[in-house]
């Protein structure tokens, strides 16, 4: 106990976790967990990369490779926003039914809301791990 004590006060060096970064070098530019538009089209000297540049040896797929890359980075936030706005009803399905002094129909409303809104989450979740296995397995993004 007295260990746990001390160990508590005593400030240790912080160790940060970070997520890796696709754009290496350069400021991530998310906002909560959304990513910008260009992530993972970046060069070393943080400026946007040509489709030119994002072409495999011998292929003329760096046009595609870009619009796939944009693609995929804004459907990711549309689901990542449809994500936190579930949570949202959740939290107001929640208070609804919190807030019903014993009224059946409010009962049920708030019921109700917190069941599509938890199927809702679980939809939008399942989608975005979908949009990232095309992007990482079936486009190799």
């Known amino acids: 106990m007295g260990a746990t004590a001390t160990a508590a ?16 070098g350069c400021p991530s530019g ?4 959304l990513k910008p538009w260009y992530d993972g089209l970046l060069d070393s000297d943080c400026s946007v990369k040509s489709p030119d540049k994002l072409a495999s040896s011998g292929k003329n797929d760096g046009l595609s490779k870009f619009i796939w890359r944009v693609v995929l980075n804004i459907v990711d936030d549309m689901l990542q926003l449809t994500g936190f706005i579930t949570v949202g009803f ?4 929640g208070f609804v039914y919190m807030t019903s002094s014993g009224s059946p129909d409010k009962a049920a409303k708030g019921k109700k809301t917190v069941i599509y809104a938890v199927v809702g989450l679980v939809i939008a979740i399942g989608s975005t791990l979908l949009v990232n296995l095309v992007a990482i397995r079936g486009l190799g993004l």
Do not use: E, F, M, R
């Not at 959740?90 to 399905?93: L, S």
């Open 9 to 24: 006060i005593i400030p240790s060096d912080s160790v940060q976790a970070q997520a890796k970064s696709q754009n290496k």
């Open 30 to 33: 998310k906002i909560l967990t």
């Open 90 to 93: 959740i939290i107001y399905g």
